[in-house]
Structure formats: structure tokens, C-alpha cells
């Protein structure tokens, strides 16, 4: 396989890997792409090329904005964490302030 080829098979990975990432971090905090891209400071025509997957190399920059919108690293949107316990550890999390309202719910409920 030649070295052009090839490059353009990893580019290819990584840009299906980073918007499979952006995809699943956009649903776990329910964001449309405007969302994302005024949380990112990015232009929404440009955050909505990447995931059309028009941009084939973002820049880092890009990647690291949109990380830190959502609060992760850019290896998590790599794929280089492992989801499962992302996912987890969001579910625990959600699972902890519905608990939290629940109980704020029972207070109110008698007259606490």
C-alpha cells in the first residue's frame, strides 16, 4: 500500500472515530451541532463540515475546543478511553441527581 494511501486510510479512521465521539458526546448532553459550536467558539458551518464529515483533517485546535465543551479529553473523543466506562460513569452521575431530586421531591412533599 503506498504512503499516500495509507495516510489517507488513517485520516479516514480518526475522522470516523473523532465524529462517532462527537455524535455519542452531542446525545449524552443533548446538543444540537449550534449548541456545540457556540459552546466550542467555533463557526457552526465549520462544526457541521466535521460531522458531515466534509473535513477529512481538523485541526487540533478545532478537536481541543470541542472537547472542552463537553468537559472530556481529546483522547476521549479519539476513542482512546474506554466509552463503556464514560458511559458508566455518566449514567452514575445522572442516577445521583434524580436521587437527589427524588428526595427533594419527598422533603417538599412533607413539608420539610
Not at 20 to 42: E, F, G, P, V, Y
Not at 78 to 89: F, I, K, T, V
Request: charged content about 20%.
Amino acid at each position: 500500500m503506498s504512503d499516500n494511501l495509507h495516510s489517507r486510510l488513517e485520516n479516514q479512521i480518526l475522522t470516523d472515530i473523532l465524529v462517532k465521539n462527537i455524535c455519542s458526546q452531542l446525545a449524552a448532553h443533548n446538543w444540537s451541532l449550534k449548541d456545540l459550536a457556540d459552546r466550542a467558539d467555533l463557526p457552526y458551518e465549520s462544526v457541521k463540515k466535521l460531522i458531515n464529515k466534509k473535513i477529512q483533517r481538523p485541526s487540533f485546535i478545532s478537536i481541543w475546543q470541542i472537547a472542552n465543551a463537553f468537559g472530556c479529553s481529546v483522547d476521549c473523543l479519539a476513542g482512546r478511553q474506554n466509552p463503556p466506562n464514560a458511559m458508566l460513569q455518566q449514567i452514575a452521575e445522572n442516577a445521583a441527581e434524580i436521587c437527589r431530586m427524588a428526595n427533594d421531591l419527598d422533603r417538599a412533599s412533607r413539608g420539610l
